[in-house]
T-cell receptor
C-alpha cells in the first residue's frame, strides 16, 4: 500500500541555519512527489514537485528512489519559512494524492 | 487563490445531528476532493469526485457521504455527526491538464459537541 511518512511532527531551527524536513514514501509504482506548505492564515499550496527539479523560495528536494525519500532542504532558513509542511505522493491513474502527517517548522530569530 | 470557497467556515453542532459542508469552485475543474486535517494524522482523503455524479471513497470515508450534481459544487454530508468527526475540513480541486496539483479551499472548522 502507498504511504508517506514524515517522522518529525515539530522542527525548530534558528534563522540562518540549514533546515531539512524528512519525507519517506512507500509505493510500488513510479513515484511523483510533492511538497505542500500552509503558512499561518493562508491556504495550503504547492511548494514544489520533484519532476520540476526547481528551487522555490530557496527550497529544493531530490527524489532518492534507493532510499525512497524526498527530503526538503534549505541552506539558510528565514523566519517567513515558519509553516506547516506536507509531503505528498501521487497515485498513478487515480488522480489523487496521499499526504504525510505534516511537519510544523518554526524558525527562531 | 483559485476560485474555491467553502461554507460554512465554522460550525458547532451536536452529536447525532446531520451536517452538510459545501465546496464551490469557479474554475470548471474536473476533480474535487474532501480532506480532513487532524494533528498527528495530517491530511486524509475522505471522498473525491472525477466528474458530475462520479465519486469514490478515500481512506476515511466511513460516516461521510458526498454528492456532486454540478461541476462547481461538491457537498460533504455527515449523516449523524460524532465527536470523532471534529476536525478541519478542506476541499481541493484539480484540472485535467494537471490532476496532481491540487488547489485548496480555506477550510471549515467543525466542532461536534
Amino acid at each position: 500500500a502507498q504511504r508517506v511518512t514524515q517522522p518529525e511532527k515539530l522542527l525548530s531551527v534558528f534563522k540562518g541555519a540549514p533546515v531539512e524536513l524528512k519525507c519517506n514514501y512507500s509505493y510500488s509504482g513510479s513515484p511523483e512527489l510533492f511538497w505542500y506548505v500552509q503558512y499561518s492564515r493562508q491556504r495550503l499550496q504547492l511548494l514544489l514537485r520533484h519532476i520540476s527539479r526547481e528551487s522555490i523560495k530557496g527550497f529544493t528536494a531530490d527524489l532518492n528512489k534507493g532510499e525512497t525519500s524526498f527530503h526538503l532542504k534549505k541552506p539558510f532558513a528565514q523566519e517567513e519559512d515558519s509553516a506547516m509542511y506536507y509531503c505528498a505522493l501521487s497515485i498513478q491513474g487515480a488522480q489523487k494524492l496521499v499526504f504525510g502527517q505534516g511537519t510544523r517548522l518554526t524558525i527562531n530569530p | 487563490d483559485a476560485g474555491i470557497t467553502q461554507s460554512p467556515r465554522h460550525k458547532v453542532t451536536e452529536t447525532g445531528t446531520p451536517v452538510t459542508l459545501r465546496c464551490h469552485q469557479t474554475e470548471n475543474h474536473r476533480y474535487m476532493y474532501w480532506y480532513r486535517q487532524d494533528p498527528g494524522h495530517g491530511l486524509r482523503l475522505i471522498h473525491y469526485s472525477y466528474g458530475v455524479k462520479d465519486t469514490d471513497k478515500g481512506e476515511v470515508s466511513d460516516g461521510y457521504s458526498v454528492s456532486r450534481s454540478k461541476t462547481e459544487d461538491f457537498l460533504l454530508t455527515l449523516e449523524s455527526a460524532t465527536s470523532s468527526q471534529t476536525s478541519v475540513y478542506f476541499c481541493a480541486i484539480s484540472g485535467t491538464g494537471d490532476p496532481y496539483e491540487q488547489y485548496f479551499g480555506p477550510g471549515t472548522r467543525l466542532t461536534v459537541t
